[in-house]
T-cell receptor, first 111, second 114 residues
């Protein structure tokens, strides 16, 4: 079974810092990789989708990269804000019924 | 365009009761799926559908039934609720399968079985 790992499990940073969240996967034959944000007690909000043929995607202060050969993706958040505090999940799609989630990184941005 | 709508948001059941979790999307998405989210276990796929009339099992299907009579709706039925089914349930949809398409999630149903 494919595995998706996210490190660190939790991260606390002061406001304004740039930070990197990591996602690794064991099988490099992916369709795409998607980063989500989940606020406490809420659903999942899609942040970025990277197709297997792409190297990175950007949206505002967020930049996600993909290195299939090494089985890694990173989510870069620039100039972090307290409103960025949430759990960030990465999910890797292999097939229509094979979409695996990491366990998430819980981010706390301190004012 | 409401996206993916799940009802109810919260539910408490007694062991042995049955109920249906509703999921509806208005984006004309072909693919729909149900996940459960448990602490330390992440999100796990329960059932999925690639179109009206077509459903299949995911990773943890036992104790759940689904049907897909329309493109818009994909209800999840708990046949005889057990405490192990206490979880947060998410419905997700995608326009089509393939590398170009990501998933849209509903806001979830928090279910407690006592």
């Amino acid at each position: 079974k494919q595995e998706v790992t996210q490190i660190p499990a939790a991260l606390s940073v002061p406001e304004g810092e740039n930070l990197v969240l990591n996602c690794s996967f064991t099988d490099s034959a992916i369709y795409n990789l998607q980063w989500f944000r989940q606020d406490p007690g809420k659903g999942l909000t899609s942040l970025l989708l990277i197709q297997s043929s792409q190297r990175e995607q950007t949206s505002g202060r967020l930049n996600a990269s993909l290195d299939k050969s090494s089985g890694r993706s990173t989510l870069y958040i620039a100039a972090s804000q307290p409103g960025d505090s949430a759990t960030y999940l990465c999910a890797v799609k292999y097939n229509f019924n094979k979409f695996y989630f990491g366990s998430g990184t819980k981010l706390n941005v301190k004012p | 365009n409401a996206g993916v709508t799940q009802t109810p948001k919260f539910q408490v059941l007694k062991t042995g009761q049955s109920m249906t979790l509703q999921c509806a999307q208005d984006m004309n998405h072909e693919y729909m799926s149900w996940y459960r989210q448990d602490p330390g276990m992440g999100l796990r796929l329960i059932h999925y559908s690639v179109g009206a009339g077509i459903t299949d099992q995911g990773e943890v299907p036992n104790g759940y039934n689904v049907s897909r009579s329309t493109t818009e709706d994909f209800p999840l039925r708990l046949l005889s609720a057990a405490p192990s089914q206490t979880s947060v349930y998410f419905c997700a949809s995608s326009l089509q399968e393939g590398a170009n398409y990501g998933y849209t999630f509903g806001s979830g149903t928090r279910l407690t079985v006592v």
